[in-house]
DNA sequence: TCATCTAGGTGCAGGTTGCATATAGATGAA
DNA sequence: TTCATCTATATGCAACCTGCACCTAGATGA
């Protein structure tokens, strides 16, 4: 129910983490230089597999990680179809990757924190019921 | 970084998954009736205590759940202060609450597919240092 | 010639959220 | 009495994130 639109429902797909894409991306482009429509489909390694990423946002971010300076891009001609936009992480851009990871940790802290308190309220629930 | 905002930085405090506040209110409300300013208080069961939630998305959090079926309101006189808006989990709300929890599990694996795939190329990574 | 694949991109609308601000009753100190 | 402060709820706005629809255009092969 999380993540209903008007009329149609909207395929978040387990990306319930905010701007999860980014760190995906930049662990991609951290093994080597890549592009677009190829990332898209590395994906795949992070659980976009029933529901691909939309391409949009794919390209929107690494133009974002370009113009923040994490990364850099130069026209490439590939062995077939149209030239490509290739993108390389600069070192500011293994900062930002590593600083992802740390926040990334820190939500599963979060997260960990959340599922103590479900288990623990519901585990006093149920021997409550026990005694009523 | 992530979560930056024109001219201000954003008050975004490692809360990086989407509507997290919604099911943290859920688990409050199971334990109990309860109103905004109470629930804000006790929020910091989750690890809202350096950053504070805002109240504002609290209110509309619990206006939305009584919208949508998953709790009742009604005015209350306290002990002290202003009439409170009380709120009360209703069955719905309860299913809803487990549904978050399903959601937040799955978030959790695709949470953790990410670190194995960082940490798996970054072992990679340095032994093709050492190799060079 | 034309459909299809590859590749990159824009515009828009809907959803989420933090901040600023408003309102108002209750409480206690000056 | 006045006034600051606490308690309590609420709204408007702007920024941000993202999925969907759609567009352009080169390459490829039937």
Redesign the interface.
Known sequence: ???RRRGRVQN?C?R?????L???LL?LL??GESYGYELLENLG???FTENPADSSTIYRILRSLEN?GFATSRWAEGDSGPARRVYTLSTAGDG?LL???R?????????????S??RN?MEL?HSNDKKT
Not at 16 to 20: A, D, G, H, Q, S
Not at 103 to 115: A, M, S, V, Y
Request: charged share 30%; glycine share 10%; aromatic share 18%.
């Open positions: 129910m999380p993540g978040r387990g319930r983490i905010n701007r999860f980014e760190p995906c662990l951290h093994g390694k992070f659980g923040r930002y600083m992802w990871m926040d990334l940790e820190e939500t599963d802290r979060i997260l960990h924190r959340f599922f308190e479900y309220h629930h």
